[in-house]
């Protein structure tokens, strides 16, 4: 089993104690991705770090924003970790992991991955997760850690939100792309004329009074650009475009561009500052889109291989059954 059909954040660290503990983590840990299992250098010989001073250790991994997974009682993590706690959203996860698997908790993190690692733990090991928040117990999800990729406009709101449906408050659903699955599916009641409201949108147009948006990723941003170009040129007409067709960089899922620019430092700076993966295309890949493109260049074709780099590396991320919703913009670059 993988941990695709889960959320949580990569690079976590399992600390491990004992040859036992060592045994088990580097089992989970093959599982997750970017794990690495950390070891108590007087017990485990062998592991991608060992250290000996095990308080400062943890305290550095969790300052750093590491998840970390104990194989450990909770109390040694809860005692360690506490004077580094800052902020529940800031916070990364912390699990502690019984040495035989028996138990995964959930200790800190919860919303931000802590429940997804302790139930994906406890179904590797057979074991039980330990989760206590309120909105996964009696709503089987949580508003402040949507679907992967998914992104909250203004996440303040999800506390109120929260707050409203465990008080069975009404709460209306509007769904501007795609639908609610993850939502509806969860046997939630929503009600249409209800003064508090969740929107799902690609749209920039900022939420209303009592209102939650979630920014599904549902665009696919090509680019292209001369050699050398500036990365702050590539964002500010990326901005604009998206700005001028009301559409949120929120709702971007990833950047892509022809694999002639998988080296073009602007195009992987941009995908960085939106927090999205970059992918590239070669040019037969780009060229079966020709059919669906508003630009068509025999100039670009001459050089590329291709009729064109943006709209073409777009639609072939998107996929069969998208739309082309901004044609080619350019600037000087």
Not at 251 to 272: F, G, M, P
């Amino acid at each position: 089993m993988t941990a695709d059909h889960h959320q949580f954040p990569e690079g976590a660290v399992f600390l491990v104690l004992t040859r036992d503990g060592h045994t088990l983590a580097c089992r989970l840990a093959s599982a997750l991705p970017s794990a690495e299992v950390h070891g108590y250098a007087p017990r485990v010989a062998e592991a991608d770090t060992v250290f000996s001073d095990l308080g400062g250790h943890m305290r550095d991994l969790f300052v750093r924003g590491r998840p970390i997974i104990g194989l450990c009682a909770a109390g040694i993590l809860v005692r360690t970790i506490a004077p580094c706690l800052d902020d529940k959203i800031k916070d990364p996860p912390v699990v502690a992991l019984a040495e035989d698997g028996s138990v995964a908790v959930s200790l800190l993190g919860g919303h931000c991955g802590g429940n997804s690692l302790a139930v994906f733990l406890a179904e590797q090991t057979g074991g039980i997760a330990a989760v206590t928040t309120a909105s996964e117990l009696r709503q089987g999800l949580a508003l402040d850690m949507p679907p992967l990729g998914w992104r909250v406009a203004n996440r303040e709101m999800t506390k109120t939100l929260t707050a409203a449906l465990l008080a069975g408050e009404k709460v209306a659903l509007r769904c501007d792309v795609l639908d609610g699955g993850w939502l509806t599916g969860s046997g939630l009641d929503f009600h249409d004329d209800a003064p508090l409201s969740i929107r799902i949108g690609a749209e920039a147009t900022p939420p209303g009074d009592g209102e939650l948006l979630f920014h599904p990723p549902v665009l696919a941003l090509g680019v292209g650009c001369e050699r050398q170009t500036e990365p702050a040129e590539l964002e500010a007409l990326v901005m604009k475009t998206l700005a001028e067709h009301d559409l949120s960089p929120l709702a971007v899922a990833c950047v892509c561009s022809i694999d002639l620019k998988s080296d073009e430092t602007a195009v992987h700076v941009l995908a960085e500052s939106l927090g999205v993966p970059a992918r590239f295309f070669d040019a037969p890949s780009l060229e079966a889109q020709a059919p669906r493109l508003q630009t068509s260049s025999p100039v670009v074709f001459r050089e590329t291989g291709c009729h064109g780099v943006c709209e073409a590396a777009a639609l072939a991320a998107a996929g069969e059954g998208s739309e082309l919703v901004i044609p080619k913009a350019k600037s000087a670059r």
